[in-house]
């Protein structure tokens, strides 16, 4: 099976080249022999990336170590469930995972094009095929075949690092790769549209989906790997400007702009030019994520220049895809102007234009300081960091200035607003801000970000339930329907507005989150069995922590464990018991320092974090030393945090309804003609 | 042994797969389905919504009313036309085509001339003073 398996990857590179050839010969001669073999060729790589991800997965289960790649993130104790996502643990592995998902969605494209949207399909073809090539090649000549031999067989592997130990983990990989590798088909039917010449609205029509779908994926991988690090780092935060989840923001915020600036090419034949280029612009960063994370040149330039080879063809994929399609934009301008302008500074359009300038200048910032320190590095020769200082200054204002679009976004007409209208509907939202914002004033909160944030939030939320209550109430008075059912068919008619409305809603939540940062609680006890420390929550009541003892265990559950030693606290909250609560230090056999596993209890106003930050004599601890059992604890009140996991899930809410596919009506009624035109065709021929 | 014949047969399989349409002269098709939209259909399409969003947003308060009666004549001059261009596509003369043309022409011509009933938003003659039909003064000649 595993040779079988890197004997497909091999077959797939010239079935790769031959389909990406012939999807363009076949869409320029108009030969549809030579479409039919390049759709078939996808199917074909599909199946062929199956049989090689197979073949890993069988070198995986079955523990041959004379694999590279199974020695460096395997070894025999490792658990079943980690070996069979041993497949993604890796960057050989992940390239591979992430060419299969994308052979897997063309597949689905094709398949679902089959006999639609036939103008495209040739180039649509032609440019996933180019892609998937691109990974099969990298996968075979970069240094990177998951399918390496070793000189010698190794008796054991190295063992997978513990912190990739962790469900999340195993889950927000994959789900970030969906994400990006989705992507790729909103970006072939735009080239495929440079191609043709069919530059109306149409590829946006016929993509809406995918470019939702990515997103969505994008969006849910990113909240996964947040809750990732703030369960599985044991530091209490989740996100901290590191080149991995910058590169994870990057296409995020980009494919937000275009989501946004789709609605304006589809309702009014502007901003073509723009769209094109943000459709590249955020295949580009997906692609550049990939190389960021599964290149080796985040950790320094200098580990990175053992890995020349990959670099390069990233980088000459990158350079010809970008200038491949300038070139094609530049051919196609007389086509994409638009004869519309916008007519008003104060309209829907002007504001998603902003919205998209504020994305996009959110976005440089990331990139510059994530890129910078590369090339300062590569100039100069001095590693500097860009920590989160320099994102947090230049990157506040602007996300401020995102949320409060969010909500000045859907109170404004499209076309034309004027000032009197714009008074009549920010009247109520403005005073609940400012109400808002004195009244937290008053109640004690005085620092000015969380002030300005929650203050928006505010305002953001009492615009979308104005615009809910309003079309509700227009719908039931129109069609006599009560309120209930009045809400539901609002929503269905019209599911792109509404379901993007609760996406704001998400953001607000997950906003509202954020700036519960201002009142992060954080302190460190050294603490012997049975000293009682108390900690203050901002909310006003006291924790009342006992610190019971430490019970060790040597080798027992977890497989690779060496031992795993566990603080037991009971926690009082003014004065009521709580459930006790847990933190460890867990050696593993495959690292030289113990890992941390933290405690937390959640709630919807606070998380409660314990973190076991040392013990006062591991080896004694581990020798079951009774005077061995002083540790340093470490208590975290994390204000509103689990709005962030809560906002997650209204996202994916708001996401699918928008997503949710509505009945054809066209097609029915097309469908209905054509049978009843046929049957009585039929009944002459009976 | 067994390994080689597996490999060679994935590979054959796969080569016959990919080959036959070229081989066979198996053709897919490249013609739009009639399940498609067709481009009148899509500029009829966005001429609707346009004034299902204008309708929304002046149901919201978001629009001034004279603002939402331009607005309207002018979204539904488009959609009428793209109705218009829609019927000729598909081949069958729906309405009688002279007349509509005429009726279009003169809609435009109104909004050009700011012939546009305030009151009512209907689309009047150039020229027109008041309204055929709500009676009230039409704004370009009212303002003279």
């Known amino acids: ?686 | 042994m067994t390994l080689f014949v597996g490999g060679s047969l994935v590979a054959l399989a796969v080569v016959l797969f990919v080959l036959q349409p070229v081989v066979k002269g198996l053709h897919a098709s490249l013609e739009r389905d009639v399940f498609e939209l067709t481009d009148t259909e899509a500029r009829k399409r966005v001429a609707l919504l346009a004034l299902r969003d204008v309708e929304y947003d002046f149901l919201a308060e978001k629009l001034d009313e004279h603002d939402y009666h331009s607005l309207k004549a002018e979204f539904t001059a488009e959609a009428l036309a793209a109705l218009e261009a829609d019927e000729r596509a598909q081949g069958g003369a729906g309405l009688g085509e002279d007349d509509l043309e005429a009726e279009i022409a003169q809609i435009r011509a109104g909004l050009r001339e700011g012939c546009v009933c305030d009151a009512c938003g209907f689309s009047n003659q150039v020229g027109s003073r008041f309204c055929s039909a709500c009676g009230q003064a039409v704004a370009a000649e009212a303002a003279r």
């Open chain 1, 1 to 686: 099976m595993i040779i079988l398996g890197e004997f497909a990857l091999w077959i797939a590179l010239p079935v790769a080249v031959w389909g990406m050839a012939l999807g363009f010969m076949g869409g320029r001669t108009q030969r549809g022999d030579l479409v039919l073999s390049a759709e078939r060729g996808i199917y074909a790589v599909f199946f062929l990336l199956i049989l090689a991800s197979l073949g890993v997965s069988a070198a995986f289960l079955g523990d041959k170590f004379e694999y590279w790649y199974v020695a460096s993130y395997s070894n025999r104790e490792l658990e079943l469930f980690y070996k069979v996502t041993g497949l993604w643990a890796g960057q050989r592995g992940s390239l591979l995972f992430w060419a299969l998902i994308l052979g897997f969605f063309s597949s689905i494209c094709v398949f679902q094009n089959r006999d639609k949207n036939r103008e495209f399909m040739p180039y649509v073809a032609g440019v996933l095929q180019g892609v998937l090539l691109f990974f099969i090649i990298v996968l075979l000549f970069a240094d990177v075949n998951p399918f390496e031999r070793l000189a010698f067989t190794p008796a054991n592997g190295q063992g997978l690092n513990p912190q990739l130990q962790n469900y999340w983990m195993t889950i927000h990989p994959p789900t970030l790769y969906l994400g990006f590798t989705a992507f790729t088909i909103p970006f072939a039917f735009a080239v495929a549209a440079l191609l043709n010449g069919r530059l109306d609205a149409r590829w946006i029509q016929l993509t809406r989906r995918w470019i939702l779908t990515s997103w969505l994926f994008l969006s849910i991988g990113i909240i996964f790997g947040m809750r990732w690090a703030y369960e599985e780092l044991g530091w209490g935060g989740y996100w901290f400007w590191d080149p991995v989840e910058n590169a994870s923001l990057l296409p995020w915020l980009t494919a937000t702009a275009f989501l946004h600036s789709i609605q304006i090419q589809e309702k009014r034949g502007m901003l073509r030019v723009w769209n094109m280029s943000l459709v590249l612009l955020t295949f580009l960063l997906t692609i550049f994520a990939t190389f960021l994370t599964r290149s080796g040149l985040i950790d320094s330039v200098h580990s990175f220049a053992q890995e020349l080879k990959i670099a390069y063809i990233f980088l000459g994929f990158m350079g010809s895809l970008l200038a491949g399609c300038v070139v094609l934009i530049l051919y196609r301008l007389p086509k994409l102007r638009s004869d519309n302008r916008i007519e008003s500074f104060l309209s829907r359009e002007s504001a998603f234009l902003f919205n998209n300038l504020m994305l996009l200048g959110f976005a440089f910032a990331v990139f510059w300081g994530t890129i910078f320190p590369l090339v300062a590095e590569g100039v100069t020769g001095e590693k500097i960091s860009v920590g989160p200082p320099f994102f947090e200054k230049v990157n506040f204002p602007i996300g401020l200035v995102l949320l409060a679009l969010a909500g000045i976004g859907p109170a404004i007409a499209w076309r034309r607003a004027t000032k009197r209208n714009l008074k009549k509907n920010f009247t109520i939202p403005m005073g609940v801000l400012l109400a808002v914002g004195t009244g937290l004033w008053v109640t004690g909160a005085r620092h000015p970000l969380a002030l300005v944030t929650w203050s928006l939030c505010a305002f953001v939320l009492t615009i979308i339930g104005i615009e809910f209550w309003k079309g509700t109430r227009a719908r039931a008075r129109i069609e006599g329907e009560g309120y209930a059912l009045a809400l539901m068919h609002l929503v269905a008619r019209d599911r792109r507005r509404w379901g993007g409305y609760i996406v704001h809603v998400a953001m607000v939540m997950i906003y509202f989150a954020f700036a519960g940062a201002a009142y992060y609680v954080e302190e460190r006890f050294h603490v012997l069995p049975g000293d009682t420390v108390e900690v203050r929550s901002p909310f006003g009541h006291t924790y009342k922590l006992t610190y019971e003892g430490l019970s060790v265990s040597l080798g027992k559950g977890q497989r690779n464990l060496l031992w795993q030693a566990i603080a037991t606290v009971s926690v009082q909250q003014d004065g009521k018991q709580k459930p006790l609560m847990t933190t460890e230090k867990r050696m593993y056999v495959t690292g030289d320092l113990p890992m941390t596993e933290v405690g937390i209890r959640s709630s919807v106003r606070e998380d409660l974090y314990l973190i076991l930050s040392a013990l006062d004599d591991m080896e004694g601890a581990v020798r079951a030393d009774s005077n061995a059992q002083g540790i340093d604890l470490q208590v975290l009140i994390k204000p509103l945090i689990s709005w962030i996991w809560y906002g997650g899930i209204m996202l994916a809410v708001g996401t699918f309804v928008a997503l949710w596919p509505s009945v054809d009506r066209r097609r029915v009624a097309l469908e209905g003609r054509t049978e009843t035109a046929s049957q009585p065709a039929m009944a002459a021929a009976e």
